[in-house]
């Protein structure tokens, strides 16, 4: 079941902050998963990490959208796959759900119409690639994958970014669904494209379809390298050109094959400004737990601006070189998916600071 999520209508970036961000209700999904929710994911991790050989392989990803991507991931990582193919065929997943309007092929478009994607990836080696706002590919991550391999560069957005992957033989394809087409046109009309009026109606409701999701996914394999991978259609209805963090490396995602990696999910200017993922893996690398560092991250986005942070959901999820993993949200609702050779479709309810 598809619990809805936050968010939406960004279209002046102060009336981001003027509350058009929405919660989810709670969490839950898997049988087992309501009690094992219960505990704190970092006893949770020692509940379930066997310790000192490391709990690997695994894959965690953002959102109960995850539980269907991990289980891809796993495909590769239990045949011994490397951590970066996993993370690659798993968040394609909700890229080509069409029910997912939140990622890839279906994704809500921009405030003009257009569907435009984010995301990126990262390897054990420290190698990058990223897309932003790309436009007619329905698997932007594999095009970032490919920035990362096939060209110097780290990131490429937009026409280019499109063009690059037509040459690399990638369709040009319409990812306007008829049901998003019809959402976004439901919303001009009452948003009459008027931002604060959108907003301050309120008539974004908590867990409403406007609501939207990233999905970060983190892997180790069973060789303990760590691999990441992000990938969204921002955020609903956004201002053309409008960027988040997803496709950010540091921001959105950050993986350090020392130390762990991270990612986030929800207001993607705040976790620009704090330059989220990296932050995490660094306070992991000073012997912060995942969790632990997740939640230091989110008290740096709520301390620098508290009136905001009231309103947004920022969530970041992290796992360390060990395999112990965490996750740390300013609101409540945000849930993640984790797959071990244990148990492959566990959802997690993330702490909050709220
Ligand atoms: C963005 N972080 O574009 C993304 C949106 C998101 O949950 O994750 N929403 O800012």
Not at 35 to 55: M, T
Not at 151 to 159: C, F, N, Q, R
Not at 237 to 253: E, H, Y
Not at 318 to 334: D, P, R, T
């Amino acid at each position: 079941m598809v619990l809805v999520s936050h968010l939406l209508v960004p279209v002046s970036f102060p009336f981001i902050l003027a509350g058009m961000y929405n919660r989810r209700k709670f969490i839950k999904v898997s049988a087992a998963g309501a009690s094992l929710a219960a505990f704190s994911s970092s006893v949770f991790s020692k509940a379930v990490v066997p310790g000192q050989s490391g709990n690997f392989p695994i894959v965690i990803s953002t959102w109960d959208f995850g539980i269907a991507a991990n289980k891809e991931a796993w495909k590769t990582l239990e045949k011994g796959g490397r951590a970066l193919d996993a993370v690659e065929a798993g968040v394609m997943i909700p890229e080509a759900d069409l029910h997912n309007h939140t990622v890839g092929r279906a994704g809500y478009p921009d405030r003009d119409g257009h569907v435009t994607l984010d995301a990126c990836i990262m390897d054990e080696f420290g190698n990058c690639g990223s897309v932003a706002a790309i436009e007619y590919i329905a698997h932007p991550i594999s095009v970032a994958r490919l920035v990362m391999e096939k060209t110097p560069h780290v990131m490429l957005v937009g026409e280019g970014a499109t063009q690059f992957a037509v040459e690399q033989g990638f369709k040009k394809e319409n990812l306007l669904t008829p049901e998003s087409e019809a959402a976004w046109k439901k919303w001009l009309v009452t948003a009459k494209y008027s931002p604060v009026m959108n907003i301050e109606n309120k008539q974004h409701k908590p867990g409403d379809k406007y609501n939207h999701d990233t999905i970060g996914m983190l892997a180790i394999d069973g060789k303990g390298n760590i691999s990441g991978a992000c990938t969204t259609s921002g955020m609903a209805f956004k201002m053309r050109g409008r960027v988040g963090d997803s496709p950010i490396i540091g921001a959105g995602l950050y993986v350090d094959n020392e130390v762990g990696g991270a990612t986030s999910t929800g207001v993607g200017e705040e976790v620009i400004r704090n330059v989220g993922s990296f932050l995490v893996v660094e306070l992991m690398r000073q012997g912060y737990s995942p969790e632990d560092a997740c939640k230091e991250a989110v008290k740096r986005i709520i301390k620098k601006k508290p009136e905001t942070a009231k309103n947004i959901q920022v969530g970041f999820l992290a796992i360390n070189k060990k395999g112990e993993y965490g996750a740390y949200a300013i609101q409540q609702g945000f849930s993640f998916a984790v797959c071990t050779a244990e148990k492959q479709d566990l959802l997690v309810s993330g702490k909050s600071f709220y």
